[in-house]
């Protein structure tokens, strides 16, 4: 299996085809419905986000508590799709890709192959393993959507499939 | 008279969500073993992940899934049980509450408008059936919206028969691709009128999982159903493969002469489902 490190060089994703299975290390932020609507505000108002999109992952996810010892609670994806109307603006602001489950928008994977992005699909289901994936977290903003808030996750081995890649191929319409 | 404190009521809801929300059920292991020996790479890969999942949350006391749901409450309560002690409602919001709370499990419940969250994942979705008896039977089903946001109901006409249903349950599948987090499981309302054939639905997905319907007419909409369901060929996380479906479980009721309501509430690989009877 293929190990990567994030964030990843145009290169590195020119190698990624959809169906390959990958364990990824390195920096991911969590955010969905709520947390994309803040930033779009954000955006809106042309003000300073919590964090740069340049070359960044987005993961969707809204985490459960972290028990004591653990980084953080069960955290598996959220569905990709809801993020539909979201995910094309934060691509062509420089967003290096995303990690999600399901299936995506034409939209989304014609702004993935402009943008040499990438999208992963993590396994739905799978919060506790993907929990001990997880080595660090921290609040970066929106403390008050709770599980819906931004945190800065550090990964390490976090198991992925290529479900969009740069070429404009997915695992899902083959 | 039987009386049963509603404080037993809260203590059994508390321990139904915690061992509903960590433990996998033995049939859906055995469903997703099954699946896995059926299905090669990223399908494979999902799988065996999934059951690796299972073995990691059962060890660290840590919820299978992120998404804890929301608590759906289903009561069979006996009609010569007389409850005393705080309302019903309470005792049972009461229990979700320290359940969601001591298991860390999210909180994922909302204002539809606002979406302010309420903070302790209340209020449950309870449903109260008065049956014969002194016992109190508690299913507690916490429902991932992942799936249930995949859920459909249609009001087909009786002309459209058992192809209609079987198509309905089909296309419902079909339309919800690898959304819901397949295999999936299909809990299907027959018959009723609009409200109640979404619950008999619900109340489906608490049937195991290698159960048939005792109707052999209904058995076969669930044969049928699941083989055409499994020809798409979405897979397991929608990677492609074999296995769309790990079951189709319908309920039936009388309908009006005019109508042949059918519900479809979707739901993942997973079924989370504890009863307790005091």
């Known amino acids: 299996m293929k190990k990567l490190s994030l964030p990843l060089t145009t290169e590195q994703k020119l190698l990624l085809h959809a169906g390959d299975c990958v364990l990824l290390?390195?920096?991911?932020?969590?955010?969905?419905?709520?947390?994309?609507?803040?930033i779009f505000e954000l955006l809106d108002a042309d003000m300073p986000l919590p964090f740069s999109l340049k070359d960044a992952f987005i993961y969707y996810a809204g985490p459960c508590p972290a028990p004591e010892g653990f980084a953080t609670g069960s955290c598996g994806p959220t569905t990709s799709a809801r993020m539909n109307v979201f995910a094309p603006r934060l691509l062509d602001s420089g967003l290096g890709g995303m990690i999600g489950k399901g299936e995506m928008s034409d939209e989304v994977v014609s702004a993935i192959v402009k943008n040499h992005a990438v999208y992963f699909a993590a396994v739905g289901g799978a919060g506790a393993?993907?929990?001990?994936?997880?080595?660090?977290?921290?609040?970066?903003?929106?403390p008050d959507l709770l599980s819906e808030a931004v945190y800065r996750f550090e990964v390490e081995d976090f198991p992925v499939v290529v479900a969009i890649d740069c070429h404009g191929d997915t695992i899902y319409k083959r | 008279m039987k009386i049963v404190e509603t404080s037993k009521i809260e203590e059994a809801v508390c321990r139904l969500a915690i061992k509903a929300c960590v433990n996998m059920r033995g049939d859906c292991q055995r469903a997703l073993l099954a699946a896995r020996e059926r299905e090669e790479g990223a399908a494979r890969f999902a799988l065996d992940t999934l059951l690796e999942n299972e073995e990691i949350a059962r060890k660290s006391g840590m919820p299978i899934c992120q998404d804890t749901g929301m608590a759906c409450v289903l009561i069979e309560l006996g009609q010569e049980v007389s409850l005393s002690g705080m309302?019903?409602?309470?005792a049972v919001n009461e229990g979700v509450r320290r359940a969601y709370s001591e298991g860390n499990f999210r909180k994922s419940i909302c204002d539809p408008l606002t979406r302010k969250n309420t903070g302790d994942n209340t209020p449950a979705h309870l449903h109260v059936e008065i049956v014969g008896g002194d016992k109190v039977r508690i299913t507690f089903l916490p429902k991932g919206f992942g799936s249930?946001?995949?859920?459909?109901?249609k009001?087909?006409?009786?002309?459209?028969?058992?192809?209609?249903?079987?198509?309905?349950?089909?296309?419902?599948?079909?339309k919800a691709g690898s959304r819901p987090c397949p295999p999936v499981v299909v809990g299907v309302g027959i018959g009723g009128s609009f409200?109640?054939?979404?619950?008999?639905?619900?109340?489906?997905?608490?049937?195991?999982?290698e159960s048939h319907h005792p109707r052999e007419d209904v058995a076969s909409i669930e044969r049928e159903a699941i083989d055409k369901i499994n020809a798409l060929g979405i897979g397991p996380q929608g990677f492609g493969g074999k296995t769309s479906a790990l079951a189709v479980l319908c309920e039936v009721a009388p309908t009006h002469i005019a109508g042949l309501p059918v519900a479809v509430n979707m739901q993942c690989h997973c079924v989370r489902c504890e009863e307790e009877v005091l």
């Open chain 1, 25 to 38: 290390s390195g920096t991911v932020y969590t955010a969905r419905d709520c947390a994309h609507r803040r």
């Open chain 2, 155 to 174: 009001m087909l006409t009786p002309a459209e028969g058992k192809r209609g249903i079987v198509d309905t349950i089909v296309e419902a599948v079909k």
């Open chain 2, 148 to 153: 249930e946001n995949m859920s459909y109901l």
């Open chain 1, 129 to 142: 393993l993907y929990a001990n994936a997880v080595k660090r977290s921290e609040l970066v903003a929106f």
């Open chain 2, 195 to 209: 409200d109640s054939c979404a619950y008999l639905a619900k109340k489906a997905l608490t049937r195991p999982l």
């Open chain 2, 87 to 90: 309302p019903l409602a309470d």
